[in-house]
């Protein structure tokens, strides 16, 4: 089972639930939960909830074989704790889907440090199919972050956005 997250932001995340209800149209055999979160665009394809709570949230973390999600960080540390491959669709500024691109300057690093797959701005559910069969025959790294590159990625980031500020 294929569990794909957008998580509770505020923001409509509509790009990544076509791209995951376009599966369908290429592996009909393929079993997908969704949440939706505040997304408007109603999947046809396979089932969902606009949201779930806590304990149905970790009951499908621990069940699914891949995790689809938003590049939040705590989805992100969620994936590393129960042990399953991630593959991230991170939200872009702009395309209003939040403030800023720190989810991709997030979904980067994990990719870097080999502990997710990513699909990108452009990326469709063909990529995303791709991306589902690579995770299912690929380990990713179990080991824990390196916390002192991940701090320095975040200060970059950070002082990338301040600099854009003033």
Same mark, same amino acid.
């Given at each position: 089972?294929?569990?794909?997250?957008?998580?509770?932001?505020?923001?409509?995340?509509?790009?990544?639930?076509?791209?995951?209800?376009?599966?369908?149209?290429?592996?009909?055999?393929?079993?997908?939960?969704?949440?939706?979160?505040?997304?408007?665009?109603?999947?046809?394809?396979?089932?969902?909830?606009?949201?779930?709570?806590?304990?149905?949230?970790?009951?499908?973390?621990?069940?699914?074989?891949?995790?689809?999600?938003?590049?939040?960080?705590?989805?992100?540390? %969620?994936?590393?704790?129960?042990?399953?491959?991630? =593959?991230?669709?991170? !939200?872009?500024?702009? *395309? $209003?889907?939040?403030?800023? +691109?720190?989810?991709?300057?997030?979904?980067?690093?994990?990719?870097?440090?080999?502990?997710?797959?990513?699909?990108?701005?452009? %990326?469709?559910?063909?990529?995303?199919?791709?991306? =589902?069969?690579?995770? !299912?025959?690929?380990? *990713? $790294?179990?080991?824990?972050? +390196?916390?002192?590159?991940?701090?320095?990625?975040?200060?970059?980031?950070?002082?990338?956005?301040?600099?854009?500020?003033?």
């Amino acid at each position: 089972m294929i569990f794909a997250c957008v998580g509770t932001n505020p923001f409509e995340f509509e790009r990544f639930v076509k791209i995951v209800d376009g599966l369908h149209a290429i592996d009909s055999s393929l079993e997908v939960c969704l949440q939706i979160g505040f997304t408007s665009y109603t999947p046809t394809n396979y089932k969902y909830e606009k949201f779930v709570n806590l304990g149905e949230y970790h009951k499908y973390v621990s069940q699914c074989d891949v995790f689809i999600a938003h590049a939040g960080t705590g989805v992100s540390i %969620d994936a590393m704790k129960h042990r399953k491959n991630l =593959i991230l669709i991170p !939200r872009y500024g702009e *395309l $209003n889907e939040h403030t800023d +691109n720190h989810q991709l300057e997030l979904a980067k690093y994990w990719e870097e440090q080999n502990r997710a797959f990513v699909i990108y701005k452009n %990326d469709g559910s063909d990529a995303l199919h791709k991306k =589902i069969v690579e995770a !299912r025959s690929t380990r *990713l $790294n179990p080991e824990r972050p +390196n916390k002192e590159l991940l701090i320095k990625n975040i200060n970059k980031y950070i002082l990338e956005i301040d600099g854009a500020i003033k």
